[in-house]
């Protein structure tokens, strides 16, 4: 099946259309800059610049960068304030005139992973954690994705896990991998404990990094990196349409 894929970030909104069963991209990618202010009618109208791009007419799934229950917004994340409390699939739809439908951006990298990456044909309870600017996570049970986990914000420090050991922290205080590999043990051992995971995928930018930190990683839940799809966004945002119809 062929759906059009959009992933919308806090500085660009790219789409491309996506063939779901190899998970490759059947056009080059089509980007416009996000809208300063990042407000919902504005988003929605870019949304619909880039689907009449394609003069798409099908299927539509967006990656959205905020926590979402049901496709309800349920903060403004790193976009804008309105957001809170729109229902994002339901608005792209209006606006579009499309069937779309709408996951976590986090999530969407997670779905490409488990589809075409080192996720795939992985049963059990896997869960994609994406270490960058904040700590994304993609929870699966036997290849099917439970969608909105926000696991970089379970608590420590009586602050977000993400605080204390995204990528973005060690950058920001200059922690060598060591030490910053220290911090992510007890991330993990915080997530294995509450979790018991049969698979860890480490995506993000540190996926290319793992061998410089994996060994202060002292969990007993097999850990691997993702394998780069670079596309990620894109591909799980059609991905997630792709699941939620068939």
Known sequence: MQILGIDIGGTGIKGAIVDTSTGELLTEKFRLKTPKPAKPEEVAKTVRQIADHFNWKGKAGAG???PLAHGKCMSGGNLDPDWKGVHVDQLFSKVTGL??????????AAEAEMHFG???????LVAVITLGTGIGS???????????TELGHVSYKDEA????????IRKKEDLSY??????LNKYFKHIELILSPDLFI??????????????EITINTPIIPAENQNEAGIIGAAMGAYDGIR
Do not use: Q
């Open 64 to 66: 959205f960068p905020t």
């Open 178 to 183: 060591s030490k910053w590999g220290r911090r």
């Open 138 to 148: 993609g929870l699966f049970f036997n290849g099917h994705l439970i969608p909105n």
């Open 99 to 108: 069937d779309f439908t709408v996951i976590n951006d986090a999530d969407a």
């Open 202 to 215: 480490i995506g993000g930018g540190a996926s290319s990094k793992i061998h410089k930190f994996k060994d």
């Open 161 to 168: 896990f993400e605080k204390y050991a995204a990528d973005s």
């Open 118 to 124: 080192a996720g795939k044909d992985k049963s059990g």
